[in-house]
Structures are given as C-alpha cells and as structure tokens.
C-alpha cells in the first residue's frame, strides 16, 4: 500500500507518519515551504525521515519549494508580517496566524503529486483542535476538498484522508506515545529559533497536549 502524506515536521503529521508506516503503507511524505516563519520545522522533517529511512522504514520524502507564492498570502504572522501572539488559541490569535488557503494549496500540490505517481491516498493530519479555529482544517472543509479531489483525478483516482480530524491532540500524542514517536525531533513553534517558545499558541496546546497524558514535551526539557 502507498499514500502521499502532508509532513510538516509538528506533532499531529509526524504521528500520522508512524501511524501509517504502522499499518503497512509505504509513504511519500511531502514538506511544503512556504516562507514560512518557523521553517526550522523542515529541518524536523528531514531529521524525522532519516532517522526512519536509517531505521528500514519506507518513506520517501520531497520538500517543495513554494517560497515564490508567500509575498501574495498577507501578511500572516507565520509569514513575517504580524508578531506571533503569545496566548492559547482564540478566534483573533488564528487569525493572525492564518496563511489563506494555505491547507487547500498543499492539498492540491499533494493531490496532483498522488495522480502522477499513481498514488491513491493522500493522508493530512487536520485534528479537531485545529477546525474549531481554522477554516481549511474544519471537518466540512476536508470532505468537501475530498470530493473536490475525487472529481479532478477521476483518470486516476485520489481519495483524501483525515483520520485525525475527530481527535484532539492530546488523543494523538497518546497514539504517539504508543507508537513510540520521537517526539524530540518534531517542531510546532510559530517563532522557529533554536529552542520553542512554549507560549505561542501551538506551543501552548501542545504542553497542555503531553501535561493531559501525564507527560513532559521533550522539546522543552
């Protein structure tokens, strides 16, 4: 079996990977940058899959470059325009946080990506943390991509997947903890740098994530 995953280098994907790999598939794992603020986050990406490929695994992983098209998103403060909030999340911190569309554009690359190489799945690992405050992470938003997708492929027919997007992330760091996810190489902080922030909003969700499974995030010991 083969799918194309969506691989930032945060938490939810990186569990998502060692979920499938867990079942049987074979994954092609796609980085996006994006201009993205925090792209220390594909550095995790790259670390994640060597350390699996070095391990036996079979991922094959691609990083696309889609840094041309950030200067017509906004000005997101994942993009450098606006300061990362440092609070939980509310409607105006994902608001600042938005990049328009970006989930919709990854989804069409990875999608096109899937048909050319005779792929059937792509696998995107939304969660219900994320749609109750991003548009294009709402559980409407991906059946409706899902379709989407099915029509545009029909040659060669692609099926979105989100198993996530009924969990919450504590939920998923539990399964990683089962899945033995080296949770240490893995990257969620808006601001990049060397070490997290742990008071942007994914960085707070995330402590409160590991705190609920009676745990400690590595990256903050």
Known sequence: MKAVLILSGGLDSTVLLYDLLSRGYSVHALTFNYG????????SAVAITLN??????????RVIDLRNISKYLGDSALLGGQIVPECHYTEAA????????????MLAVAA??????FIPEVYYAAHAGDWAIYPDCRKDFTEQMAEAIKLATS???VELKTPFVSLTKDLIVKRGIELKVPFELTWSCYNGGAVP???CPTCVERIEAFEKNGAIDPCLK
Request: aromatic share 4%; charged share 20%.
């Open 36 to 43: 993205q603020r925090h792209s220390r986050e594909i550095e």
């Open 94 to 105: 994902a608001k600042q946080t938005v990049v328009p569309n970006r989930n919709m554009i």
């Open 52 to 61: 699996l490929v070095d391990s036996g695994a079979h991922v094959l992983h």
């Open 197 to 199: 922030c742990g008071k």
């Open 112 to 117: 096109g990506y899937a048909e050319a190489n």
């Open 155 to 157: 040659w060669n027919p």
